[in-house]
């Protein structure tokens, strides 16, 4: 088991963001707040919530409560259409500032784009001045395809990272390879499969008894290796310190492929032009 943090990744706006951390959906604040503090001492830097999930409070009670510097920890939250404005975007950076008890927030991302809606150019702009603020270090997006993505550059605006849904079954090289041309760092929510059997593929256990590694790990080092920041979650002390425990083995190329292999496209995941909240 290491007990070092993992690697980090230099983002467009200069800050450096650690290429594993700790999802924390769907845990209430008392489960995130034990979860965090116990990711902390398993060498978890980077910490993931959202408005919508409700448990700010408790991922900021945990930070504090592992006694580790504000700078050592980078926090990413996010928030939903209701703040879709130039001022929502202050406010809502306000609200989940007051929640975690913190003076910044290092990466806040547009929860989803709600293009039905047509307000995501707008809290955009409003992120990029809490940027120029040095209110928030980084600032990106969550579930934005290439087009609409497309439409914030065409404004002369830079996203740092976009969350998508990402995983061996749903590897998104359309949507990688937009955001590596635009110097936008990919990053992988529900890396592990949504509530699914993928790590029971022949595949993955096969690579695990090759590496001696559990087929978690070998998804997790697959995202890694790919070039996207991953953030696992589990609420169970041997996972989380499983899941950081990654760096120490290199997947070979065709190993690599033949989990690339097993997408299966995107027709079963949520349509961020349909769906968002």
């Known amino acids: ?44 830097r980077l910490f993931d919530t ?16 592992s006694g580790i510097d504000r700078g050592d920890v980078f926090i990413t939250t996010k928030f939903n259409k209701d703040w879709h404005s130039y001022d929502g975007a202050q406010r809502a950076f306000e609200n989940s500032a007051k929640l975690l008890d913190v003076d910044y927030i290092d990466l806040l991302l547009i929860h989803w784009p709600n ?25 990106g997006t969550s579930n934005f395809k290439p087009a609409h993505l497309q439409r914030v550059l065409d404004e002369g605006l830079a996203p740092d990272v976009n969350q998508i849904q990402l995983d ?71 996972r989380i310190r499983q899941n950081i425990d990654i760096f120490d083995f290199e997947l070979a190329p065709d190993d690599m492929d033949s989990i690339s292999s097993m997408d299966t496209g995107v027709s079963d995941i949520a349509d961020s032009d349909d769906f968002g909240h």
Do not use: C
């Open 1 to 44: 088991m290491t007990d070092s943090t993992a690697p980090t990744v230099r983002l467009k706006h200069g800050a450096s963001m650690p290429v594993l951390g700790f999802g924390t959906w769907p845990l209430d604040d008392a489960e995130a707040a034990d979860a965090v503090e116990t990711a902390i001492g398993s060498g978890y």
């Open 168 to 238: 061996p079954r749903h590897t998104r090289p359309d949507s990688r390879d937009f955001h590596a041309q635009h110097g936008i760092v990919t990053e992988s929510w529900s890396p592990l499969g949504k509530g699914g059997d993928l790590l029971q593929e022949q595949t993955l256990t096969s690579l695990a008894d090759k590496y001696g590694k559990t087929p978690g790990q070998i998804v997790l080092r697959w995202h890694v290796q790919l070039g996207a920041v991953v953030i696992p979650k589990s609420a169970k002390p041997e």
């Open 50 to 65: 959202a408005e919508n999930y409700r448990n700010e409070a408790g991922v900021g009670e945990g930070i504090r409560r």
């Open 115 to 139: 293009p039905g809606q047509d307000q995501y150019v707008d809290a955009f702009k409003g992120l990029a001045a809490l940027l120029e603020d040095k209110r928030v270090r980084a600032i």
